[in-house]
């Protein structure tokens, strides 16, 4: 994974540049949960624009993992530079199970018009900017990226401390 962390809002609802997992029970209700933490840390940093789509990319992340894994969810959501102007907001799900042969193949098999499922990956893939998963030491992780904002100088009124970079992630208009 490249890129460095940002930190838009130091501090702003206990948020920080790079906030330790949130980790779910494998359960039915690990979706839900992991919905309404992405808004929460989202409204935190002051980006709702991305809620819907961050929420559903989260939601079917987890839900793959406690349908195809095994043990506890892991959720990961930080700001990181894509490029010397741009932030992206990157979310990463890991669980303890096997992972796949090929998680970018698994995106593009059919899925029956019917089925119930096998549409989770699809729509990641549909939604995201950029998407991947891998295999780690103790499972597998997926993760997914959507444009957060442009970096541009933030006025401020008293001298920063050193080491924090800030964005104006305001719309663009």
């Keep these: ?3 460095s962390t940002v930190c838009t ?19 039915p209700r690990a979706a839900g949960k992991a919905r309404r933490t992405i808004r929460r840390q989202l409204l ?4 709702t624009a991305l809620t819907d789509d961050a929420t559903l990319i989260a939601s079917e992340l987890v839900t793959n993992a406690v349908v195809h894994g095994s043990g506890s969810v ?18 990463e799900v ?5 992972g ?3 998680g970018h ?6 899925v029956a018009p019917l089925s119930d499922g096998g549409r989770g990956l699809h729509i990641v893939r549909a939604t995201a900017h950029l998407w991947g998963a891998s295999r780690t030491p103790d499972g597998c992780t997926v993760w997914a990226r959507l444009p957060a904002g442009s970096l541009r100088p933030v006025p401020r009124t008293r001298p920063e401390p050193r080491g924090l970079i800030h964005a104006d992630l305001s719309p663009q208009v």
């Excluded at 935190?44 to 980006?47: A, E, F, I």
Aim: aromatic share 6%.
């Design 1 to 3: 994974m490249t890129g």
């Design 9 to 27: 809002h130091p501090g702003a609802c206990g948020a920080t540049a790079s906030p330790s997992p949130w980790v779910f029970e494998s359960s």
């Design 44 to 47: 935190c940093w002051g980006l």
């Design 74 to 91: 892991s959720l990961t959501a930080r700001l990181v530079t894509s490029s010397p102007r741009n932030i992206d907001l990157h979310i």
């Design 94 to 98: 890991t669980d303890h199970g096997h």
């Design 100 to 102: 796949w042969e090929s």
């Design 105 to 110: 193949h698994a995106s593009r098999l059919p």
